[in-house]
């Protein structure tokens, strides 16, 4: 059963810690998004990725979020030094071409 | 820029009847997918159907099916026989056939009373 693989579930942090969010996108997927899911906001595209090449980061803070793919099977999502407004679910999610993409099951991340 | 719009905020609907969930979007382009998606509580986002815009024939699947206005760039949702389980946010999204990013509705609440 093939599925995008999300860890940790979750996370609380003190302010100004570093966090770091693992993703395992669906073995030959080629494209990796990070989303954040806030009451307030929605849900907001922070990056993707095709075939491990950033294609779109502008809707990260670039001061002090950082996404890469170090491999195929591996998409990580690092915010440093975290702040209390950085609480949300981030989620992972992963595609084919023009499909759809489907979802991990999120972090939620507290800051505190 | 092209944009989805939800204007149901939340929807109630009793189990077993039938409801329908509206989504309208703004594109000037020919080649694009709309998808819906449910949220549980669990958060976990689930793909419950897709339309491709060429695809005059609206996609089903199960109790689940879509009347797709191209003209009229509508994108509409029917829950047919409705079910506890079927309570979740509904999120309709667009994506264009040269991106690939998803331009994402505000969601709508669905409840399904007992």
């Known amino acids: 059963d093939a599925r995008v693989t999300q860890t940790p579930r979750h996370k609380v942090t003190e302010m100004g810690q570093e966090v770091t969010m693992r993703c395992q996108p669906i073995?030959?997927?080629?494209?990796v998004f990070w989303y954040r899911q806030t009451m307030m906001q929605g849900l907001e595209l922070l990056a993707y990725?095709?075939?491990?090449?950033?294609?779109?980061d502008s809707g990260m803070p670039k001061d002090r979020f950082s996404a890469e793919m170090p491999d195929a099977t591996l998409a990580t999502l690092k915010i440093q030094p975290s702040e209390p407004r950085d609480s949300a679910v981030y989620f992972c999610?992963?595609?084919?071409?023009?499909?759809?993409?489907?979802f991990g099951q999120g972090t939620r991340l507290t800051v505190v | 820029a092209q944009t989805v719009t939800q204007s149901q905020p939340e929807m109630s609907v009793q189990e077993a009847e039938t409801v329908t969930l509206s989504c309208t979007y703004d594109?000037?382009?020919?080649?694009?997918?709309l998808f819906w998606y449910k949220q549980p509580p669990s958060r976990q986002m689930i793909l419950v159907i897709r339309?491709?815009?060429?695809k005059q024939q609206n996609a089903t699947e199960n109790r689940f099916s879509v009347n797709f206005q191209k003209a009229a760039k509508s994108f509409s949702l029917k829950i047919s026989d409705s079910q506890l389980g079927d309570a979740a946010m509904y999120f309709c999204?667009?994506?264009?056939?040269?991106?690939?990013?998803?331009?994402w509705g505000a969601g709508t609440k669905l409840i399904i009373k007992p």
């Open positions: 990725f095709r075939n491990r090449a950033p294609l779109d």
């Open positions: 999610a992963s595609g084919l071409g023009r499909g759809e993409a489907f």
């Open positions: 339309q491709e815009a060429y």
């Open positions: 073995l030959g997927h080629n494209t």
């Open positions: 594109t000037s382009e020919s080649d694009y997918y």
């Open positions: 999204a667009y994506r264009s056939g040269s991106n690939y990013q998803l331009i």
